[in-house]
């Protein structure tokens, strides 16, 4: 994936990037470090993710 933003915020850090055009915003360790515009292979954890309803922003998962 293509890192659109890094965000350092300490103890965790987020990334965001986008898949088939849905914009995605993942939470990765603090440890961890990507530069904006870089590629990074990620992967989900399934039972961890919170998916949104892109018109109404309602949690659908």
Known sequence: M???VFEH???ENLLYFSVNGSNIIAKISG?????????????FQMEKMHLFNKKTEQRIG
């Open 9 to 11: 915020l300490g103890a």
């Open 31 to 43: 440890e961890s470090f990507v530069r904006s515009g870089e590629n990074a292979r990620v992967s």
């Open 2 to 4: 293509n890192i659109k």
